[in-house]
């Protein structure tokens, strides 16, 4: 009977190949030229700051390097992210860098500022998915982008306009959660795409698309108050 290991060996290989690929990209410590991880804080010899690539995978950045996480990235475990970046800006934390070289605080500023992006670009659904477009090759995505479906659009348009016209919060909390079982659907169905071996692009664009609108009712939603108009940014 073949072991479990002989029957996942392409999947394996293709592990391995990745992490050595990604192992093989380095950067060299100003302060003693070791080499170092490009998606590295510190140096691992002398603890120096280092600072990190405009294009750094945001995986990486918090300790999750992406073929760690299920469904090709998609499926974060968000606790856990919370505590690696918690961890990173610990490394940053004014009163850690105060007592560091001029230059290295400015590094540790830097490291700060992508840090935070990463953590909230992985955080929300809609920016993880249209970050992991963008890793696979998908740069010139319109966020000006309409839904295709006209009964989609049509559902869109009546929860704006029921939402337009609430007058107290119970219409408001009715909207919220007929617009949140619109999120979950969709969530679900991003769950299924991004489990697929070969990614249909398209499909997960135009998933995220429709969350787009969603996000911004939900958002709507929460910011709604009585006698004041709604505004979506869609």
């Given at each position: 009977m073949p072991t479990a290991g002989l029957a996942f060996s392409p999947f394996c290989n293709d592990l391995r190949a990745r992490?050595?690929?990604?192992?093989?990209?380095?950067k060299a410590c100003a302060s003693c030229g070791t080499p170092n991880g490009m998606a590295a804080l510190q140096c691992k010899k002398c603890e120096a700051l280092q600072p990190l690539p405009g294009d750094v995978n945001f995986y990486d950045v918090l300790g999750s390097?992406?073929?760690?996480?299920s469904r090709k990235g998609w499926s974060v475990d968000l606790k856990q992210l919370k505590g690696q970046w918690r961890q990173k800006m610990g490394l940053t934390h004014p009163d850690r860098l105060v007592a560091r070289p001029e230059k290295e605080q400015q590094i540790g500023t830097q490291q700060s500022a992508i840090v935070n992006k990463a953590y909230e670009t992985l955080l929300r659904p809609l920016s993880r998915a249209l970050y992991l477009l963008e890793q696979e090759g998908v740069k010139d995505i319109d966020e000006a982008a309409s839904l295709e479906d006209p009964e989609l659009l049509m559902e869109v348009m009546e929860l704006q306009e029921r939402l337009s016209e609430a007058t107290d919060q119970a219409e408001v909390d009715a909207v919220g959660e007929q617009n949140?079982?619109?999120i979950s659907d969709v969530l679900h169905e991003l769950d299924d795409a991004f489990a697929q071996t070969d990614l249909n692009k398209d499909r997960i664009q135009n998933l995220a698309i429709q969350l787009r609108y969603w996000t911004n009712?939900?958002?709507a939603v929460q910011e709604w108050q009585p006698g004041q108009p709604v505004e979506l940014h869609h």
């Amino acid at each position: 009977m073949p072991t479990a290991g002989l029957a996942f060996s392409p999947f394996c290989n293709d592990l391995r190949a990745r992490r050595a690929y990604s192992s093989a990209q380095t950067k060299a410590c100003a302060s003693c030229g070791t080499p170092n991880g490009m998606a590295a804080l510190q140096c691992k010899k002398c603890e120096a700051l280092q600072p990190l690539p405009g294009d750094v995978n945001f995986y990486d950045v918090l300790g999750s390097p992406r073929e760690t996480v299920s469904r090709k990235g998609w499926s974060v475990d968000l606790k856990q992210l919370k505590g690696q970046w918690r961890q990173k800006m610990g490394l940053t934390h004014p009163d850690r860098l105060v007592a560091r070289p001029e230059k290295e605080q400015q590094i540790g500023t830097q490291q700060s500022a992508i840090v935070n992006k990463a953590y909230e670009t992985l955080l929300r659904p809609l920016s993880r998915a249209l970050y992991l477009l963008e890793q696979e090759g998908v740069k010139d995505i319109d966020e000006a982008a309409s839904l295709e479906d006209p009964e989609l659009l049509m559902e869109v348009m009546e929860l704006q306009e029921r939402l337009s016209e609430a007058t107290d919060q119970a219409e408001v909390d009715a909207v919220g959660e007929q617009n949140q079982e619109h999120i979950s659907d969709v969530l679900h169905e991003l769950d299924d795409a991004f489990a697929q071996t070969d990614l249909n692009k398209d499909r997960i664009q135009n998933l995220a698309i429709q969350l787009r609108y969603w996000t911004n009712i939900a958002k709507a939603v929460q910011e709604w108050q009585p006698g004041q108009p709604v505004e979506l940014h869609h």
